[in-house]
């Protein structure tokens, strides 16, 4: 490759730098404290691991989706295309034997080659947690409502968390008498809302009329509580009444929650991975065609790696996040608050001890020395392109400072005294 083609990186991945990586820090951070406050403890998992641990039976991405890879001893590794089955693994081999809630949260990068999806990320920063040992729907509705404060602590308000439960569909497909291939088709066709498809599906397998009726209804059950009503008379199959009595049992905890207005019901929700079991949700809101989030219950996950114990979990994507509140036009406060201290050649001494004061006092600030050939404006437009929030200017007779604001040019001045004794307290006071 060329020197000029080496600044590009691979399809799927980018660069992120400056004022926007500083959004996403911050709202990274305002997640975190969320997943805390809920009493979640944090823990990291390898970037990649053995192939096994994401194979088809596990129930996670497509192994044409993995990025993969061999060691030095033959052993195929991945890329993880998903966090959850890693937090699987190591809560069966660090928590084998516990029995009480365990309550986990994450962030990291996942990566799926989606050739597929274009202009789609490969390399995505993931924010989750997972509450193993607890097979409630108090535990479901918890996942709900922190993945709500999430959200909102975000910015983010007008916003819809849509809730399914598998074995609706599995009820159905059941009734159905469908082929492990005809279900795994079918819920391809769900995914996609693909009536058309569905119907041409449906109506080459024998089966009773009023099952291939309900089947083709689940795309439509989308909406309030009401759905849930809809859905019954629909079917007697008990597995698919099971469902529904786990969803109405959610609703009155997530009603108690206060959050009927951010939560939905979509029956023909298929989930996204394999190995959901039970309730599973989505978050949707405008300015991007992808949920922001996603989880759901995973009950027969961990018993794959030798721990029988029931478990739920949330996904936050956080750039899809992201990109939904640039567009919202939703501003995210940075932390972020860099000054620029420059200085003459001879006041290098008295610039250097103002700084290592300012900085002691919790101030971020960058150093500078004015070269000759460089104006107060060359420092200004800098400052700018930067992102920084003022620039101090220590000037030649080393008594006075001139700050300056990069968005509207306002100066005001400091004796050097007065900041070398209170300082970033001068600045407040003004």
């Known amino acids: 490759m060329t020197g000029i083609s080496l600044l590009h990186t691979p399809e799927g ?135 709500t404060q999430c959200l909102m602590e975000s910015g983010l308000r007008d916003f819809q968390v849509e809730i399914g439960l598998v074995d609706y569909v599995n ?23 693909n009536e058309f498809g569905m119907e041409a599906l449906l109506e080459a397998i024998p089966m009773e009329p009023s099952v291939r009726e309900a089947l083709l209804l689940c795309p439509k059950l989308f909406g309030g509580i009401g759905q849930l009503r809809r859905a019954r008379e629909l079917t007697e199959n008990e597995r698919a009444q099971a469902a529904l009595d786990r969803l109405e049992k959610l609703y009155t905890i997530l009603s108690a929650y206060g959050l009927e207005k951010y ?11 394999r190995y959901y079991t039970g309730v599973i949700f989505q978050a949707y809101t405008y300015g991007t065609g992808t949920p922001v989030a996603a989880g759901g219950r995973y009950d027969k996950l961990l018993a794959q790696f030798g721990k029988d114990a029931p478990a739920t979990g949330v996904a936050i994507y956080l750039d899809a996040l992201l990109t939904a509140l640039s567009r919202q036009d939703i ?47 060359d420092y200004e437009a800098y400052a700018m392109r930067m992102g920084m929030s ?4 220590l000037g030649e007779d080393g008594e006075m400072l001139s700050l300056t604001d990069p968005a509207d040019g306002k100066k005001t001045e400091y004796p050097y005294e007065l900041l070398f004794r209170e300082g970033p307290d001068a600045f407040r006071k003004e």
Do not use: W
Request: aromatic residues 10%; glycine residues 6%; contains cysteine.
């Open 171 to 193: 009820g159905l497909m059941q009734d159905a008498g469908l082929t492990e291939e005809q279900q795994a088709e079918l819920r391809e066709l769900l995914s996609q809302k």
């Open 331 to 377: 501003r995210t406060e940075t932390a972020y608050s860099q000054m620029l201290l420059v200085y003459e050649r001879r006041q290098k001494e008295k610039a250097v001890r103002l700084a290592g004061r300012l900085r002691e006092a919790g101030a971020d600030l960058t150093l500078a020395k004015r070269f000759y050939e460089k104006t107060f404006e």
């Open 390 to 393: 003022g620039i101090l200017y």
């Open 263 to 273: 939560v939905s019901f979509d029956l023909g929700m298929p989930g996204k991975f």
């Open 13 to 147: 991945v980018r660069d992120i730098y400056g004022e926007e990586y500083a959004r996403k820090k911050t709202v990274a951070d305002r997640i975190e404290q969320v997943l805390h406050r809920f009493g979640y403890r944090d823990i990291q998992t390898p970037a990649f691991e053995f192939f096994d641990i994401f194979s088809k039976e596990k129930g996670s991405v497509s192994s044409r989706e993995m990025f993969k890879f061999f060691d030095r001893d033959g052993n195929t590794l991945v890329l993880r295309p998903d966090i959850t089955p890693s937090v699987a693994r190591s809560v069966a081999k660090y928590y084998m034997f516990e029995d009480m809630p365990l309550r986990l949260c994450y962030a990291g990068e996942t990566f799926v080659n989606n050739m597929s999806l274009r202009g789609s990320l490969k390399e995505t920063t993931v924010m989750g947690a997972e509450l193993i040992n607890d097979t409630t729907s108090d535990a479901d509705a918890e996942m709900v409502a922190m993945l």
